[in-house]
């Protein structure tokens, strides 16, 4: 077995074993389908109070209804918990003091930061297609009609945006790093979760360029966003996968 597979498995038995991702999957995949089924119910049942706090998607029906207000609570929810979960990924071995075992193994500490990363992906993955199944579950027994093309186009567009978002929150692993605790990541991902928001609200015709307010603007309203300005939101996991890899490779027991 190569080292990154090793690496790879070691993570994915710590993640398995973690409290803190069990938790956290049931509260992001549960709460949201939860959350969002029973606002369109409530929605459709003529609740005067739910239908003025969905703004535009109060003229909404059926599948677009239930698929809009799940992609508005999961930007921002799903972004917070994957931005805790991945702050708690690299900030415990700091915490829990097993940062210096790492110095000692066969592994670099580099190729050990990368499985991390590519652990919380898999899992984002996961969390995605367990949402996205649950969410078609609620549509079906709220009877929203006929699964056609468009309601499972902004299904899919649903999936894509829960990937998304924890490709987001890749700075959050940088930033406990940095930290040396999930502190910091945390308070890193409250930043990016207010400018996304605050971006998207403020300048919305500029918001299809700003990777952190793409998808959600993509995934409510996806002509306003091109398939160029979705792919920059790459560039933030790109760029702190490197620079956590790099803060890795720097890494000194003294400081």
């Known amino acids: 077995m190569s080292l990154i597979a090793t690496a790879v498995h070691v993570e994915l038995r710590k993640a398995l074993a973690s409290r803190v991702l069990r938790t956290t999957t049931i509260l992001v995949v549960v709460g949201i389908a939860v959350l969002a089924t029973a606002l369109v119910a409530a929605a459709q049942a003529g609740d005067e109070q739910i239908l003025a706090q969905l703004g535009p998607l109060a003229d909404e029906t059926g599948w677009s209804l239930l698929t809009g207000v799940t992609a508005q609570i999961t930007a921002a929810g799903a972004l917070l918990a994957f931005g ?84 987001l ?30 971006t998207a609200i403020a300048t919305p015709d500029a918001a299809a360029w700003i990777p952190l307010s793409a998808p959600a603007v993509w995934a409510l309203e996806p002509g306003t966003v091109h398939a160029g300005q979705l792919a920059m939101v790459a560039i933030v996991p790109i760029t702190f996968a490197a620079l956590t890899c790099i803060s890795w490779r720097r890494l000194q027991l003294d400081r």
Not at 134 to 154: E, R, W
Not at 171 to 184: E, I
Not at 186 to 197: F, G, H, K, P, R
């Open 169 to 198: 929150a890749a700075p959050a692993g940088w930033a406990a790093t940095l930290g040396r605790g999930p502190l910091p990541g945390i308070a890193v991902t409250l930043m990016i979760l207010v400018a996304a928001q605050v």
């Open 84 to 167: 805790v979960a991945l702050s708690w990924t690299f900030g415990r071995e700091f915490t829990d003091g097993t940062i210096t075992g790492l110095f000692a193994l066969p592994v670099s500490r580099p190729v050990v930061a990368l499985a991390k990363l590519y652990i919380h992906m898999l899992w984002t993955a996961a969390v995605s297609l367990t949402l996205t199944m649950l969410i078609l579950t609620g549509g079906l027994v709220l009877d929203l009609g006929s699964l056609d093309s468009d309601a499972l186009s902004q299904l899919i567009r649903l999936s894509v945006l829960t990937i998304l978002a924890g490709m």
